[in-house]
T-cell receptor
Framework: GAVVSQHPSRVICKSGTSVKIECRSLDFQATTMFWYRQFPKQSLMLMAT?????????EQGVEKDKFLINHASLTLSTLTVTSAHPEDSSFYIC????????????FGPGTRLTVL | QQQVKQSPQSLIVQKGGISIINCAYENTAFDYFPWYQQFPGKGPALLIAIRPDVSEKKEGRFTISFNKSAKQFSLHIMDSQPGDSATYFCAASNRGADGLTFGKGTHLIIQP
């Protein structure tokens, strides 16, 4: 299947700082990527859709000024958590549809964010 | 509103047995139904997916059964192995190119 990478895999930061997470499609191009958040022992919740060349679209209840998304190229989307607080500590995972007739969605390995 | 309901929340199956996980959806616009396997600390891995024009799809030991009229679909894992122990999520989306709506997950334990 298609490969999606994320960097960093783990990050610890102090409250009030900003953290950037990168999501890359390694062997295919993705005009759209998705960002999810997963709290411990819970399901994945869609946060936003990242669109190459245009603004991201956010799900209801997700603050666009707090979670900045930039789709810089056909293989890279970034999520910046601004002014992070302990309640933002979570597992952030991106995905990308592979295109083609099946258009299956493949997920990255996730980024564990801990805000102290 | 939970658009994809998954059951059971946890499941214990003996090695060699059949593991069955069920999901039901509400949004009739959904037309893409994947199943994902997730190990602790890892991203979800796509197992198998189905579209509503077929009632069943099989890949190796994994089978999806789909009932469009009942708006239900299920995952069957045949000859379950200890290595299958993980959390399984069903999901659904509109057009397959949209973000996924996930079920709450099933924690599967295969006892040796």
């Amino acid at each position: 299947g298609a490969v999606v990478s994320q960097h960093p895999s783990r990050v610890i930061c102090k409250s009030g700082t900003s953290v950037k997470i990168e999501c890359r499609s390694l062997d295919f191009q993705a005009t759209t990527m998705f960002w999810y958040r997963q709290f411990p022992k819970q399901s994945l919740m869609l946060m936003a859709t990242s669109n190459e060349g245009s603004k991201a679209t956010y799900e209801q209840g997700v603050e666009k000024d707090k979670f900045l998304i930039n789709h810089a190229s056909l293989t890279l989307s970034t999520l910046t958590v601004t002014s992070a607080h302990p309640e933002d500590s979570s597992f952030y995972i991106c995905s990308a549809p592979s295109g083609g007739s099946n258009n299956e969605q493949f997920f990255g390995p996730g980024t564990r964010l801990t805000v102290l | 509103q939970q658009q994809v309901k998954q059951s059971p929340q946890s499941l214990i199956v003996q090695k060699g047995g059949i593991s069955i996980i069920n999901c039901a959806y509400e949004n009739t616009a959904f037309d893409y139904f994947p199943w994902y396997q997730q190990f602790p600390g890892k991203g979800p891995a796509l197992l198998i997916a189905i579209r509503p024009d077929v009632s069943e799809k099989k890949e190796g030991r994994f089978t999806i059964s789909f009932n469009k009229s009942a708006k239900q679909f299920s995952l069957h894992i045949m000859d379950s192995q200890p290595g299958d122990s993980a959390t399984y999520f069903c999901a659904a989306s509109n057009r397959g190119a949209d973000g996924l709506t996930f079920g709450k997950g099933t924690h599967l334990i295969i006892q040796p």
